[in-house]
Every structure is written in structure tokens, then in C-alpha cells.
């Protein structure tokens, strides 16, 4: 069956970096759209970023020049490189899979198969 894991979270330090990784299994992506997305206690879902087959990448504005999504297809996995990180960064991370091409790739209702998440803490 599909299923998305989330691995590479933890505690870390304001300005220090994590790196983050999505494993894929049950399905291949191609022609997918693949992105990640956080939340806090009390908070929304949050767009942190999206990348298509094809390569071509998103990211929400709080967050470029910060954070690098990839992809490598042929593992059937993404990635997300977190630098300079900030307090305000703290929050579950899940990885997130569309089902084909998508145009909405900031809304989290695109995607139909989401990972159990992945916590990440950085202390001030």
C-alpha cells in the first residue's frame, strides 16, 4: 500500500540546520507534484514548499532563501534542506504526495497522500 515517511527531524539550535527526508513506497510519483507543509499547536497547515516531476519548485516567501526542496525520482524520494532556522520554524513537518499533475501545489487539499509528520524544535 502507499505510504509516506517522514524522517530527519529533531532539536536544533536557532541559526543550525536540518535536513529533512520523505520516502515514498506502494506507488511510483511520476507525474506527481510532491511538497512539504508544516503546523504549530493552535495553527493552520502551512505551505513550506512544493517541487513537480519535472523539477520545477515553490516555496512560500517566509521561507525562500531558508529552505531547498528536491526530489530524486529515481528513489522515489524528496527532500527538504532546512538553514538559518528560527524559533518560528518549529512544528510538525509532513510530506505530502498529489496523485498526477497538479496546478495547486500551495493547497494542502491537492495532495492525497499525506506522512505521519515529523517534529521539528528549534530553541532559541
Known amino acids: 500500500q502507499v505510504q509516506l515517511v517522514e524522517s530527519g527531524g529533531g532539536l536544533v539550535q536557532a541559526g543550525g540546520s536540518l535536513r529533512l527526508s520523505c520516502a515514498a513506497s506502494?506507488?511510483?510519483?511520476?507525474?506527481?507534484?510532491m511538497g512539504w507543509f508544516r503546523q504549530a499547536p493552535g495553527k493552520e497547515r502551512e505551505f513550506v514548499a512544493a517541487?513537480?516531476?519535472?523539477?520545477?519548485?515553490y516555496s512560500a516567501d517566509s521561507m525562500k532563501g531558508r529552505f531547498t526542496i528536491s526530489r530524486d525520482n529515481a528513489k522515489n524520494a524528496m527532500y527538504l534542506q532546512m538553514n538559518s532556522l528560527k524559533p518560528e520554524d518549529t512544528a510538525v513537518y509532513y510530506c505530502?504526495?498529489?496523485?498526477?499533475?497538479?496546478?495547486?501545489?500551495?493547497?494542502?487539499?491537492?495532495?492525497?497522500?499525506w506522512g505521519q509528520g515529523t517534529q521539528v524544535t528549534v530553541s532559541s
Open positions: 505530502a504526495a498529489t496523485v498526477g499533475p497538479s496546478n495547486s501545489v500551495r493547497t494542502p487539499s491537492t495532495y492525497l497522500y
Open positions: 506502494g506507488r511510483t510519483f511520476s507525474n506527481s507534484a
Open positions: 517541487i513537480t516531476w519535472g523539477g520545477r519548485t
